[in-house]
């Protein structure tokens, strides 16, 4: 092997759906890449076994008293690797000079600082933390801009546009004649439920999706649609689009990951079987492309495509980040906050189901829209929805 050519990578959020695919990719190719740090927040046992395998030079987690067991548990096994706690250590170790890819695969608004560092010390940046960008979204994209960073979609939708795109496509999408994006969607465990059956949909249910296997809050997000209403908006910041140029199209088999269509006509897409290792391998690897240990797609067994339009009365949260994208400024930030607030009480029993995009809508009604132009406006307005959120539900419990 190349030594010259040996990547290092830092995978934020090691320990959930995405990281643990991450390195599922990373050990199928030991020649061309090594990891240099893997974090969490609490799973350290987990994160234990992530190091007993991989030997990072590093590791990151939530609380010290957490990082001081695993100190420990690595230095009775003999490993050397320096294992820091914090949100400081976490986005000193993103930006770090000792790797030169990050995946930022940290759940949630968490995610956005220890991303952000990353983008601003130029790395090629996997990004599948996706509410960094909505929350940011013209910060995030100025940074990548102004310190180099090459920013590689992993979410499949954004990854699948990616790589239906002319390599050069910023810069506004008539440009390269491409007229429309189509985002697909698999319309979620619930698709074909009535109003009356939402109200009643429970935790386990929403965590069930029929096609990928996710994270809690993401599975949630899929079911509401507000999945596809953050992956519109992050669609928009990616790829210079406007929310009109984004068609949302229903499609349950999940095979087709998105399209873009062209002033000619054509519509191209990017077809595979549902793992995120493809796109994880795609980032890494790119413009190169790698063994993702995914399984060709049998189109014989796929048999059909079905497409179908969202029904937006009964999803309401595509039309709330819609709004949210039209608004500008920090209205993304507090759509993201009421939603994170949301889906935890509606994992912990304290919302419905149904009552999810009602929350949202009041949170985003209260809240002002401020201009997004500094950090600190971010990040205050993300407080202050989810102060206004925790607020409002008090007035849901029933
Ligand atoms: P997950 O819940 O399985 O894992 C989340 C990871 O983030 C864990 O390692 C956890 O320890 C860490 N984390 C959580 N809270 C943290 C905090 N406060 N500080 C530091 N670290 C914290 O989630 P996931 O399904 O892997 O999703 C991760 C991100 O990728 C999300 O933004 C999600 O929207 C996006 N994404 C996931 C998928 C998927 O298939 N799972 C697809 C597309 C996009
Ligand atoms: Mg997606």
């Not at 001081?68 to 050397?80: P, Q, T, V, Y």
């Not at 969607?185 to 029929?210: I, M, N, Y």
Request: charged share 20%.
């Amino acid at each position: 092997a190349d030594c010259a050519r040996i990547q290092r990578v830092t995978v934020l959020g090691a320990t959930g759906s995405i990281g643990k695919s991450t390195l599922d990719v990373i050990a199928r190719h030991p020649q061309r890449y090594r990891l240099h740090a893997l974090t969490a927040y609490r799973s350290r046992e987990t994160l234990r076994d992530q190091c007993l395998v991989h030997r990072p030079d590093v590791a990151v987690l939530g609380e010290e008293r957490d990082a001081a067991w695993l100190r420990d548990a690595l230095a009775e096994a003999g490993i050397d690797t320096q294992v820091r706690a914090g949100e400081a250590a976490l986005s000193e170790v993103a930006g770090s000079a000792d790797s030169e890819v990050v995946m930022a695969a940290i759940m949630g608004a968490a995610g956005l600082m220890p991303t952000l560092a990353a983008v601003r010390a130029g790395k090629r940046v996997l990004l599948a933390n996706k509410e960094a960008l909505v929350m940011s979204g013209a910060l995030f994209m100025e940074a990548v801009e102004r310190h180099g960073a090459v920013l590689l979609p992993i979410d499949s939708e954004h990854n699948a546009i990616y790589q239906c795109l002319p390599t050069e496509h910023r810069g506004g999408l008539a440009r390269q004649g491409v007229t429309q994006l189509l985002l697909t969607a698999s319309g979620g465990p619930f698709r074909d439920w009535s109003q009356t059956q939402l109200k009643a949909v429970t935790p386990e249910q929403a965590c069930a999706h029929p096609n990928w296997s996710m994270g809690r809050k993401i599975s949630v997000d899929s079911a509401t649609l507000m999945n596809k209403g953050l992956e519109l908006i992050e669609a928009c910041w990616l790829f210079d689009a406007r929310p009109e140029q984004i068609q949302v199209v229903v499609h349950p088999q999940s095979v087709v990951h998105s399209m873009a269509a062209y002033s000619d006509g054509s519509v191209i897409a990017q077809l595979g079987n549902p793992d995120m290792r493809t796109p994880i391998a795609y980032g890494l690897a790119w413009p190169e492309r790698i063994d993702a240990g995914v399984a060709p797609l049998d189109l014989f067994q796929v048999a059909r495509l079905d497409f179908e339009a969202p029904d937006e009365a009964r999803f309401p949260c595509l039309r709330l980040a819609r709004e949210a994208m039209a608004a500008g400024g920090t209205a993304p930030a507090t759509l993201n906050a009421a939603n994170e607030v949301a889906v935890e009480a509606f994992l912990d029993a304290r919302l419905g189901f149904a009552d999810i995009p009602r929350l949202v809508a009041a949170v985003c009604e209260a809240c002002e829209v401020h201009s997004a132009h500094e950090l600190s406006a971010v990040l205050a307005a993300d407080e202050a929805a989810r102060r206004e959120a925790e607020r409002q539900l008090t007035r849901f419990a029933s």
